[in-house]
């Protein structure tokens, strides 16, 4: 607290009073001119991540590690099987609720004023919309969809990325998670969503069922949405994100057993790091042919929307 009013050019002595309810004063070592702040210090991060940031990012590193220490961005997905943006604007204003279309996706709604209301508005509680970061939603959007799709999203957590999918069309999505718990919600919000989301307890047997399409939202250090969770990137170590690694390494193998000839397999994070994001695909392709990369987006820390990264696999 001391580092961050000086920061903001306040007097900690001010504040430090020891009247009414303001802390004690300081002692005078805390009164002593503060250190020389070290790159760890500026970059408001553990130091040994300052290179894991420079080697995916470059000359943009520091600038998204400041924007980590930025306040997030409510968004919303708008719900376009039921209606258009305009539409879903005018509906969350009856609940006092402002927002502004935003252009990282054509169904983003970045809330201005009124974001403590959403969870009770009509808006939310009719499927209308969700909230659901831009960058997933645009990295959603940008899935290329066949006819009537079978799709499978191995790592489906609470489901946003499937309700997104299920929403574009008549796919039929298939949602499985090793930790089934994290699942409890999807029937209701694909029942409030009006779409059809097949929840799967356990896979099937690998070369008895094949997908059209395969999301791996897998594990990750979540490096692109810290300014949501602070605590996260003091909390990673090394050796966390080596065992992220190795997890993201199997689940990939594990997703590629279910994708059809000719299917997509989509592998995503919500990292910034080269070696969660390239490096695995890198080690994906090399260990085995029959794949092909048909692109990659990597989407910066936004005003809209989280970092996020997507890369798209084509099974020969």
């Known amino acids: 607290m001391i580092g961050a009013l ?16 303001a802390p004690q004063p300081l002692t005078p070592s805390e009164l002593q001119s503060p250190h020389t702040p070290s790159e760890a210090d500026a970059w408001d991060m553990p130091d040994w991540l300052i ?5 995916a990012l470059g000359d943009n590193a520091e600038v998204a590690a400041q924007a980590l220490r930025q306040r997030a961005p409510v968004m ?12 879903a604007m005018a509906v969350l204003a009856e609940d006092n609720i402002s927002s502004d279309p935003h252009p990282i996706a ?15 508005s009509r808006a939310y509680r009719d499927g209308l919309v969700e909230l659901q970061d831009g960058s997933s939603q645009a990295a959603m959007a940008g899935v290329e969809l066949p006819a009537a799709p079978r799709i499978l999203d191995f ?76 605590e996260a990137k003091w909390r990673l170590t090394p050796e ?27 592998y995503a994070t919500c990292s910034v790091l080269a070696v969660e994001n390239e ?16 692109k990659t987006h990597r989407f910066d820390i936004s005003d809209g929307g989280d970092g996020f990264f997507v890369a798209h696999l084509g099974r020969a």
């Open 106 to 120: 054509d169904t983003a709604l970045i809330v201005i004023e009124g974001a403590r209301r959403i969870a009770r």
């Open 51 to 55: 290179e894991q940031f420079r080697a």
């Open 155 to 230: 790592c489906a957590g609470g489901g946003g990325k499937s309700l997104a999918l299920a929403a574009r069309g008549d796919a039929r999505i298939y949602a499985h998670d090793v930790d089934a718990a994290r699942m409890k919600d999807i029937p209701e919000r694909a029942a409030r969503a009006d779409v059809d989301i097949t929840v799967l307890k356990a896979l099937p047997p690998t070369g008895t069922d094949h997908f059209d399409i395969v999301l791996c939202d897998v594990p990750c250090s979540g490096s692109g949405t810290w300014r949501r969770t602070p």
């Open 76 to 87: 919303l997905r708008v719900n376009r099987r039921k209606l258009a943006r305009t539409a």
């Open 279 to 294: 490096d695995q695909i890198d080690a994906f392709l090399a260990a085995g042919p029959g794949w092909v990369l048909r």
């Open 240 to 266: 966390r994100l080596a065992d992220l690694l190795r997890s993201q390494s199997q689940i990939i193998d594990a997703a590629a057993e279910y994708v059809s000839a000719g299917g997509q397999l989509i």
């Open 6 to 21: 000086r920061a903001d050019l306040i007097d900690p002595e001010m504040m430090f009073t020891g009247q009414g309810h």
